[in-house]
């Protein structure tokens, strides 16, 4: 499985980014796509997952700011970044996750968020 990472960049902090991550490969029907994200100097963390039955899981830092989407024809996930603060500044991975070959990573796109 291949993850193809696009919509990182630079913005003002209270604007808007959206992240897409096409996965290509072997898809399976059953599984989790989902976005990390690893700030300089800290550990990576879980921003959401969303699994290919729509049901979402979010960091208690980006609820409420952040929403998951995907596009199971497409083999898509998407991350719609809102209010963005300079705190989220961040590589965003986004991973691909099959119950039986396990998780798999993309290369990683930065955002950079400005006060």
């Known amino acids: 499985v291949q993850l193809q990472a696009y919509g990182g960049g630079l913005v003002q902090a209270g604007g808007s980014l959206r992240l897409s991550c096409a996965a290509s490969?072997?898809?399976?029907?059953?599984?989790?796509m989902g976005w990390y994200r690893q700030a300089p100097g800290k550990q990576r963390e879980l921003v959401a997952t969303i699994t290919s039955g729509r049901s979402t899981n979010y960091a208690d830092s980006v609820k409420g700011r952040f929403t998951i989407s995907r596009d199971n024809a497409k083999n898509t996930v998407y991350l719609q970044m809102n209010s963005l603060k300079p705190e989220d500044t961040a590589v965003y991975f986004c991973?691909?996750?099959?119950?039986?070959?396990?998780?798999?990573w993309g290369q990683g796109t930065l955002v950079t968020v400005s006060s």
């Open positions: 490969g072997s898809i399976a029907s059953i599984n989790v």
């Open positions: 991973t691909y996750n099959n119950p039986m070959r396990g998780t798999y």
